[in-house]
């Protein structure tokens, strides 16, 4: 006799909470996340669905297999995940379980997902974290970012909250645990070559948190590129015994 899991019709999707790198495509056109354990190597969207990790044909989730989003059902117990040190620098996602789910004792492994909400966890340093930059590795052709503030971003690749939500598309808002949210809204990536250096202009309508972040990107690059001056010292002026060129 084969045993039947009892299905379930909920008027609303479910939520949950997990745990996830934020990612940026190799051209900077492309934002998501990707996974802490089973799965780390497939980065995936806002609103995604599963495939395979083993590469098998069944439709994920197989009941035979570990395939699909895997998400708890509390706030609390996906929070305690990122006490590890290899998850300090993960952020904290509020997702929608879509299409056919399994749901376990402590969480679903569903089809398809939407993220809805992304929290920053404090910079290094113990400062809001306000933008996200380049966290030195990656995945192929995507670069994993790490929460940060203004002050320690230096002359790193970066984006922030609101550049990130407006990447990530599909309603994505992006909040710092101790900050308001960002919601989609135009941000420039920067880098310690980008040009121009202030990126395109901004947006009508944005408020107080996005503007604020931008401010404070804006002259932590002002200060990157005075401390690199600094480091060449002043210019060399002609020997005044020299005849004008």
């Not at 996906?78 to 379980?97: D, F, G």
């Not at 809805?116 to 970012?145: F, M, Q, Y």
Request: with cysteine; hydrophobic share 40%.
């Amino acid at each position: 006799m084969r045993l039947r899991l009892p299905e379930e019709r909920p008027t609303e999707p479910p939520a949950g909470y997990k745990i996830a790198h934020p990612v940026l495509s190799h051209d900077g056109t492309r934002a998501g996340f990707t996974g802490v354990s089973l799965g780390a190597a497939l980065p995936y969207r806002v609103l995604d669905e599963a495939s395979c990790v083993y590469g098998r044909r069944h439709r994920p989730p197989s009941r035979l297999c570990d395939c699909g989003f895997h998400c708890v059902h509390d706030r609390p117990t996906a929070e305690a995940l990122l006490c590890t040190a290899e998850h300090r620098t993960c952020v904290l996602l509020e997702v929608s379980v879509l299409g056919a789910y399994i749901r376990f004792e402590h969480g679903f492994r569903s089809a398809r997902q939407r993220v809805r909400t992304a929290t920053l966890p404090p910079c290094g340093c113990g400062a809001p974290a306000t933008v996200l930059a380049d966290a030195g590795w990656g995945r192929p052709g995507w670069r994993v970012l790490v929460p940060a503030c203004a002050g320690c971003v230096g002359g790193r690749t970066a984006l922030t909250a609101a550049a990130f939500a407006l990447l990530a598309g599909e309603g994505l808002r992006v909040r710092s645990a101790a900050g308001q949210g960002q919601g989609p809204a135009a941000g420039a990536v920067r880098g310690p070559d980008a040009v121009p250096p202030f990126g395109p202009p901004l947006p009508e309508g944005l408020g107080l948190p996005e503007l604020a972040a931008e401010l404070a990107l804006l002259q932590a690059r002002l200060d990157w590129l005075q401390s690199r001056l600094a480091r060449l010292g002043p210019p060399e002026r002609p020997d005044a015994t020299e005849p004008p060129g």
